[in-house]
């Protein structure tokens, strides 16, 4: 269960250094402010909660924002109780 906890911050700092990149999670139901999402996030991820109420495929969304900046976009769907357990309510 502490997987993301002891886990994740490694991989992603990894991730950042080698790939000279930005990574971050963003929700519409934040627990950290840290994790607002930005105009676009925010649009991409009420597209997903869309597509999720009417079962649609949540499929990865990739933008270039500018000459410098690629958002790549990837739906993370917490069906997992035990996961649940720390990141929402088991059942909702």
Same mark, same amino acid.
């Given at each position: ?23 971050? #999670? ?15 996030? #925010? ?50």
């Amino acid at each position: 269960m502490r997987f993301c906890n002891v886990a994740s911050y490694p991989i992603l700092d990894t991730l950042t250094t080698g790939l000279d990149a930005e990574f971050k #999670r963003a929700s519409l139901r934040l627990r950290n402010p840290q994790d607002a999402p930005t105009d676009t996030e #925010r649009k991409i991820l009420e597209q997903y909660q869309s597509q999720l109420n009417s079962s649609e495929e949540l499929l990865p969304v990739v933008e270039v924002l500018d000459e410098q900046q690629i958002l790549n976009v990837k739906p993370i769907v917490m069906n997992n109780p035990l996961c649940l357990n720390c990141h929402g309510t088991v059942g909702t």
